[in-house]
């Protein structure tokens, strides 16, 4: 009985969080837009990609061993017909002292 008691209440906690918050336990906050500190990271992270210019429109970010940050932007392709579409660009910025941040994906998105 007791330990039912104590899993219904931790039940309870873990769906208020996430009530709370309108996000799911790991998952992606709601997209706002970018900080400073944010948009100068997505800069650096991304100067190094050749032949398309990525714009971040907004962000979404998920707490991981780090913070991963989704950032969904307009792209341009930089050859001959100038192609535009989104992109979805995934950047991990590992905790304190355990390293730089790195590029994880780019996924193109339908819109």
Request: proline share 4%.
């Amino acid at each position: 009985m007791r330990h039912n008691i104590l899993i219904l209440l931790l039940c309870t906690m873990l769906f208020c969080f996430c009530d709370a918050t309108n996000t799911a336990v790991g998952g992606y906050s709601k997209t706002r837009r970018l900080s400073d500190s944010e948009r100068a990271m997505f800069t650096s992270v991304t100067a190094s990609i050749e032949g398309v210019e990525y714009k971040p429109m907004n962000v979404a970010t998920q707490v991981v061993a780090g913070t991963n940050y989704r950032f969904l932007c307009k792209a341009k392709e930089m050859n001959g017909e100038g192609k535009k579409y989104y992109a979805a660009i995934v950047i991990h910025l590992p905790l304190p002292g355990e390293g730089e941040p790195r590029l994880l994906s780019i996924e193109r998105e339908e819109r």
